[in-house]
């Protein structure tokens, strides 16, 4: 039984591995010239690692199981980890209990009310309840107004500019549910993972796997049409080429099903409203001086022209990067954005500046390289009852599925929830591999 997976980024790589434990072969197509898709590896010079920033928490219990199934889990590292906080042109280190207790910004009051936010926050399950509510109204009624506007409100000006009023409480609840259980609840220290050599190891490994099955992956790969064959299964129009498979699963982002796949393959429900999405541009240096002690530095400051610094390279060894750090630079913004419009000199030009602003003592003679890395659609803007105006897919055809992004309505994206997304999915797909063996 032959099985085509469309798209190769993490979903249809981790897709792939499930199915190939069956007695089906798989043939995996990603249109770039490497695997990933926001989680692929970039060249740095002396070294490679993730062109996008990425970390493993300790409650990522799906991404994990897959690592040490994968038989990585000698290459997962966890290491203690420091979050940061820049405002009125000061760093002040929130990584701590007495730090968060001393930080100056925010009276005693202040800060009980901050602290009693995320406590109540990283406990709520049902997110729905919190579509219908802005960031702000919802902030101002758990910690209050003085809290909201010292603390929250620069944050997300800074995160969302203009943006930052439309967007419902779930927003800032997945950062608080998902960030904040990296502490440790006995030693209430932050304790971040990473496999060694970045997701390129877990990539090679899946690839590895899928081709001792005698499953195969294929890159450079773009799909021209999708479409149903009259004696059973689904083809696939790869250049000029056609593939015939018993079952096709489509990853890849919506836009493009709707662009190559036949219309009788699916459905989909139209809203008055389409989704927006957020993207992201990313500066990233590569310095021989270490920058930044912090993974995660929060900016409140919305002159500065991105939204935060990852200090890769304070939680990965040095050893990793070739004795270089690695810091990110991200500025998420969306689809009709000026920053779209400028050139990667003029880009550079803008983040360094800003660098420059918040660190004028750094020495420009260290940094090694600089790279301007963009992804159009990261996630999407979670406005006001956003769910709603998702589209829903419906496919029509017993060989066609659809297992893509787009669904993730009570998820972040992050890896953990694309592993958790296609373990659901393999249950109810097992049943379809089981029903097609019977009958052939």
């Known amino acids: 039984m032959k099985i085509g997976i469309v798209g190769g980024g993490f979903m249809g790589l981790v897709l792939a591995h499930q199915i190939s434990k069956t007695k ?16 692929t590896h970039h060249d740095y010079g002396t070294f490679i690692w993730d ?5 493993i928490l300790p409650t990522d219990n799906y991404l994990i199981d897959l690592i040490k199934d994968l038989g990585l889990e000698d290459d997962l590292n966890w290491r203690r980890s420091m979050t940061g906080y820049y405002v009125n042109k000061k760093f002040y280190s929130i990584s701590s209990s007495k730090e968060f207790l001393l ?13 009693y936010t995320i406590f109540y926050g990283s406990r709520i399950n049902d997110r729905k ?21 010292k603390f929250w409100s620069p944050l997300l000006k800074a995160k969302l500019g203009d943006n930052h009023d439309r967007v419902s409480a779930i927003f800032i609840w997945t950062y608080i549910k998902r ?9 209430q220290k932050e304790h971040m993972g990473f496999v060694s050599g970045g997701y390129k190891t877990v990539f090679d490994r899946l690839e590895k796997l899928l081709l001792e099955k005698g499953s195969s992956v294929s890159t450079n790969a773009t799909i021209q049409s999708i479409n149903t064959n009259p004696k059973g299964g689904i083809d696939l129009k790869v250049g000029n080429t056609i593939e015939h498979f018993d079952k ?17 393959l699916f459905n989909v429900s139209k809203k008055d409203r389409t989704v927006e999405y957020l993207g992201v541009v990313c500066m990233v240096l590569v310095t021989k001086q270490s920058m930044t002690p912090y993974y995660v530095l929060n900016i409140a400051d919305k002159e500065v022209p991105f939204t935060g610094v990852i200090g890769m390279s304070s939680l990965a060894d040095l050893e990793q990067t070739k004795g270089s750090h690695i810091t990110y630079f991200p500025k998420y913004i969306t689809s009709d954005h000026e920053y779209w419009s400028k050139s990667e000199e003029e880009l550079e030009n803008l983040f360094l500046n ?21 992804a159009f659609k990261v996630q999407p803007l979670q406005v006001l009852n956003y769910s709603d105006i998702i589209p829903k897919i419906k496919t029509a055809h017993p060989d066609f599925f659809v297992l893509n992004t787009s669904q ?30 019977e009958t052939v």
Do not use: C
């Open 354 to 374: 800003g660098f420059k602003s918040m660190y004028p003592d750094f020495d420009m003679k260290t940094v090694e390289s600089v790279h301007i890395h963009k």
């Open 103 to 115: 930080f100056p910004p925010l009276n005693i009051f202040d800060k009980m009310k901050l602290a």
């Open 24 to 39: 089906a072969t798989v043939k995996v197509f990603e249109s770039d010239s490497q695997l990933g898709g926001l989680a």
């Open 179 to 187: 960030l904040f259980q990296a502490r440790s609840s006995a030693a």
């Open 51 to 55: 062109k996008f920033y990425h970390v």
């Open 248 to 264: 096709v699963i489509f990853t890849a982002p919506l836009n493009v099903l709707e662009k190559v796949s036949s219309p009788d």
């Open 408 to 437: 993730f309505v009570n998820d972040t994206l992050n890896n953990n929830s694309v592993v958790n997304h296609v373990e659901d999915f393999m249950k109810e797909f097992k049943k379809e591999l089981a029903l097609h063996l």
């Open 129 to 149: 309840k919190l579509e219908g509510i802005s960031v702000k109204d919802w902030l101002v009624k758990i910690g209050g107004r003085r809290t909201y506007e």
